[in-house]
């Protein structure tokens, strides 16, 4: 099978958020990584991969962005992925991403399709399933293990109170979260070395429309400031939680 | 022309955060100019279906289909989609939740319809129709516009309220046209039944590291009891399995917005962070008084949680006369 894994980049979780005249975001000093869940997918495919090579053909990684994410896209084939993508397009509206990620894929075919829940920036968690739908095949979200057996793709489903086990019809679109991996795998020496050589392959965007438009950023409105009461007048806290804030 | 919203049951009972949404709805509906439905798909009993209407529903709509029993994306989709063709909508309203997140992008482009999820706003003008939406993980937000005639959003729990307004109760038992849509098969199911669903909770009560060892969690369990609140814990917490991974709030656990969380030891990490901030009030213990969860506290004892935590628990019964 060969997998394909969509990886957003974005700015280092820990950043401080600074816009300019709120339209723009400051990336002055900003970290770029790849979207934690989309290296947690990465991490996945390739554990996979080096566990029975005989099912994965290979790993490719696929961005959607300007030049300067292609340190990014760099990474994720040091860390293990066999080649990588960049469409050159701005991307600002899930959409437009999405139609670019479905119109690479109609001309490949991967049989496992893996996107993040949501990317940390812009917190849309629609990409992954926008991307399925543009293409008519099945998506599973909320997926917190993945595996291939005797040929089958079989995945766990997040459900409220529980999971599900099923299992996936390829190609499909696996929307992946919070235990598909443990800990991102970090780019060895030689990993690092051997990724120089491999290709990055860089293509044209596909013309689109777009659904959204950003108009401006906001920050929030500064907290009151934190009311301290004194740990021997722990009833003070109660009588407050419930005459003043009237939470309980 | 209408709105719908899609509305979530679980056991056959809605979930708080549904009549949140039809409260929402109705407003974005007002603002609109044009009337409100309501959407359920699952077994739900009648009386608990009227309920929709108390928050200004003027019609409910049930599904109750075996068929779809569990969650298929496609076949979802393609009954809201159905719903939505027949009931004329220009604007479809999810819960960001994650069956929002599995339905919502894949109606989208079903509809043509423009999507912003994790709304914290209702329309502030609707020509063009924006609404504000939580970017960089709380840290800020983001007003964006729809471009499309037909409007898809997902709102954020907590973010709007519950707003009574009694309609009429209207019901149309409806069944979808459904083909061959269920591309998934659902081989096991592990399920609990009746406890309280951390991301439904309107009280949350969360021990971190500063607990000690998960021989100490007895007093959050029972302060969680008293006030039918859902527990929680940081991830290293989980990571070190004193707690079980369902109860990992924050960046990579569950991203929560309770009215009221209670943070007891948790020394309030710029991840942990991410899945609480959007709570109404937060309440935070711990011995440190430069702990950072104190700037995000609305309010905040220093001292030590293990003697703090029973007096909160003796204060609440007092307060309830237990
Ligand atoms: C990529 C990434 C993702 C992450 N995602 C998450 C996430 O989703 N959720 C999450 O929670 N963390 C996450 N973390 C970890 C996060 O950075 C913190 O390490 C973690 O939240 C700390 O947990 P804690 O507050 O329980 O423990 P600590 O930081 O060890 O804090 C314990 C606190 O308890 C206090 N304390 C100790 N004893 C007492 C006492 N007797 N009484 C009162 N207070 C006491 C201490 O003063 C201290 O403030 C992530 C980290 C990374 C790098
Ligand atoms: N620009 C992009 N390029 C490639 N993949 C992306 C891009 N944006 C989002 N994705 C994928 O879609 C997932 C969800 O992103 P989002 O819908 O932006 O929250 C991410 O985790 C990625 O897997």
């Given at each position: 099978?060969?997998?394909?894994?969509?990886?957003?980049?974005?700015?280092?979780?820990?950043?401080?958020?600074?816009?300019?005249?709120?339209?723009?975001f400051d990336?002055?000093g900003?970290?770029?990584?790849?979207?934690?869940?989309?290296?947690?997918?990465?991490?996945?495919?390739?554990?996979?991969?080096?566990?029975?090579?005989?099912?994965?053909?290979?790993?490719?990684?696929?961005?959607?962005?300007?030049?300067?994410?292609?340190?990014?896209i760099?990474?994720?084939?040091?860390?293990?992925?066999?080649?990588?993508?960049?469409?050159?397009?701005?991307?600002?509206?899930?959409?437009?991403?999405?139609?670019?990620?479905?119109?690479?894929?109609?001309?490949?075919?991967?049989?496992?399709?893996?996107?993040?829940?949501?990317?940390?920036?812009?917190?849309?968690?629609?990409?992954?399933?926008?991307?399925?739908?543009?293409?008519?095949?099945?998506?599973?979200?909320?997926?917190?293990?993945?595996?291939i057996?005797?040929g089958?793709v079989?995945?766990?489903?997040?459900?409220?109170?529980?999971?599900?086990?099923?299992?996936?019809?390829?190609?499909?679109?696996?929307?992946?979260?919070?235990?598909?991996?443990?800990?991102?795998?970090?780019?060895?020496?030689?990993?690092?070395?051997?990724?120089?050589?491999?290709?990055?392959?860089?293509?044209?965007?596909?013309?689109?429309?777009?659904?959204?438009?950003?108009?401006?950023?906001?920050?929030?409105?500064?907290?009151?400031?934190?009311?301290?009461?004194?740990?021997?007048?722990?009833?003070?806290?109660?009588?407050?939680?419930?005459?003043?804030?009237?939470?309980? | 022309?209408?709105?719908?919203?899609?509305?979530?049951?679980?056991?056959?009972?809605?979930?708080?955060?549904?009549?949140?949404?039809?409260?929402?709805?109705?407003?974005?509906?007002?603002?609109?100019?044009?009337?409100?439905?309501?959407?359920?798909?699952?077994?739900?009993?009648?009386?608990?279906?009227?309920?929709?209407?108390?928050?200004?529903?003027?019609?409910?709509?049930?599904?109750?289909?075996?068929?779809?029993?569990d969650?298929?994306?496609?076949?979802?989709?393609?009954?809201?989609?159905e719903v939505?063709?027949?009931?004329?909508?220009?604007?479809?309203?999810?819960?960001?939740?994650?069956t929002?997140?599995?339905?919502?992008?894949?109606?989208?482009?079903?509809?043509?319809?423009?999507?912003?999820?994790?709304?914290?706003?209702?329309?502030?003008?609707?020509?063009?129709?924006?609404?504000?939406?939580?970017?960089?993980?709380?840290?800020?937000?983001?007003?964006?516009?729809?471009?499309t005639?037909?409007?898809?959003?997902?709102?954020?729990?907590?973010?709007?309220?519950?707003?009574?307004?009694?309609?009429?109760?209207?019901?149309?038992?409806?069944?979808?046209?459904?083909?061959?849509?269920?591309?998934?098969e659902?081989?096991?199911?592990?399920?609990?039944?009746?406890?309280?669903?951390?991301?439904?909770?309107?009280?949350?009560?969360?021990?971190?590291?500063?607990?000690?060892?998960?021989?100490?969690?007895?007093?959050?369990?029972?302060?969680?009891?008293?006030?039918?609140?859902?527990?929680?814990?940081?991830?290293?917490?989980?990571?070190?399995?004193?707690?079980?991974?369902?109860?990992?709030?924050?960046?990579?656990?569950?991203?929560?917005?309770?009215?009221?969380?209670?943070?007891?030891?948790?020394?309030?990490?710029?991840?942990?962070?991410?899945?609480?901030?959007?709570?109404?009030?937060?309440?935070?213990?711990?011995?440190?008084?430069?702990?950072p969860?104190?700037?995000?506290?609305?309010?905040?004892?220093?001292?030590?949680?293990?003697?703090?935590?029973?007096?909160?628990?003796?204060?609440?019964?007092?307060?309830?006369?237990?």
């Open positions: 099978m060969k997998i394909l894994v969509c990886i957003n980049n974005v700015p280092d979780t820990t950043t401080k958020v600074k816009f300019i005249d709120k339209k723009v990336t002055a900003v970290q770029w990584i790849i979207n934690p869940w989309d290296e947690l997918a990465l991490t996945r495919a390739i554990e996979i991969k080096e566990a029975q090579a005989a099912s994965v053909e290979k790993i490719t990684v696929i961005n959607v962005g300007l030049a300067d994410s292609e340190s990014t760099r990474k994720a084939l040091a860390i293990g992925a066999d080649d990588g993508v960049r469409i050159n397009y701005d991307a600002k509206d899930s959409y437009a991403v999405a139609f670019q990620l479905a119109e690479y894929i109609k001309k490949e075919n991967y049989e496992i399709i893996m996107c993040g829940t949501e990317s940390s920036d812009y917190n849309g968690a629609v990409v992954g399933g926008m991307l399925s739908e543009i293409l008519g095949i099945p998506s599973v979200s909320s997926v917190s293990f993945l595996d057996v005797e089958k079989i995945v766990k489903r997040e459900i409220d109170g529980g999971q599900e086990t099923i299992e996936a019809h390829t190609p499909f679109v696996a929307i992946v979260q919070k235990g598909i991996a443990n800990e991102p795998k970090i780019p060895s020496m030689r990993g690092i070395m051997t990724s120089r050589s491999k290709q990055l392959q860089v293509l044209e965007a596909f013309p689109t429309e777009v659904f959204t438009e950003f108009v401006e950023y906001e920050l929030p409105k500064p907290k009151a400031g934190c009311k301290k009461i004194d740990a021997e007048n722990v009833k003070e806290l109660i009588h407050l939680l419930h005459t003043e804030a009237k939470v309980i | 022309m209408s709105v719908i919203v899609y509305t979530e049951n679980w056991d056959g009972k809605f979930k708080k955060l549904s009549f949140e949404l039809v409260s929402y709805a109705k407003d974005v509906a007002k603002k609109l100019n044009t009337s409100l439905i309501a959407l359920s798909i699952g077994n739900v009993a009648e009386d608990e279906l009227k309920k929709l209407s108390n928050y200004g529903a003027v019609k409910v709509i049930s599904v109750n289909e075996n068929k779809l029993k969650l298929d994306n496609q076949a979802y989709t393609s009954v809201i989609a939505a063709a027949k009931e004329n909508a220009n604007a479809i309203i999810f819960a960001h939740n994650n929002g997140k599995a339905i919502a992008p894949r109606l989208s482009v079903r509809l043509k319809a423009g999507l912003v999820t994790a709304v914290v706003s209702s329309p502030i003008t609707t020509e063009p129709f924006m609404v504000t939406k939580k970017v960089f993980t709380s840290k800020a937000f983001a007003n964006i516009t729809i471009k005639p037909i409007k898809i959003l997902s709102l954020m729990q907590n973010a709007f309220g519950l707003i009574e307004a009694a309609e009429a109760f209207v019901l149309e038992q409806y069944s979808p046209a459904l083909g061959d849509e269920m591309k998934t659902v081989i096991d199911v592990k399920k609990v039944s009746g406890k309280i669903l951390l991301t439904d909770a309107d009280i949350v009560v969360s021990g971190g590291r500063g607990m000690k060892g998960p021989e100490n969690w007895g007093s959050i369990e029972e302060l969680a009891q008293l006030l039918g609140a859902g527990t929680a814990c940081s991830r290293p917490v989980s990571d070190e399995h004193w707690r079980t991974h369902e109860e990992h709030v924050g960046q990579t656990g569950k991203v929560i917005a309770p009215t009221l969380y209670i943070a007891c030891g948790i020394s309030g990490a710029i991840q942990h962070l991410g899945g609480i901030s959007s709570s109404k009030c937060i309440v935070a213990i711990n011995k440190d008084p430069e702990a969860i104190f700037e995000a506290a609305d309010y905040g004892i220093v001292g030590d949680v293990m003697k703090v935590l029973p007096e909160m628990i003796s204060a609440v019964k007092e307060l309830k006369g237990i």
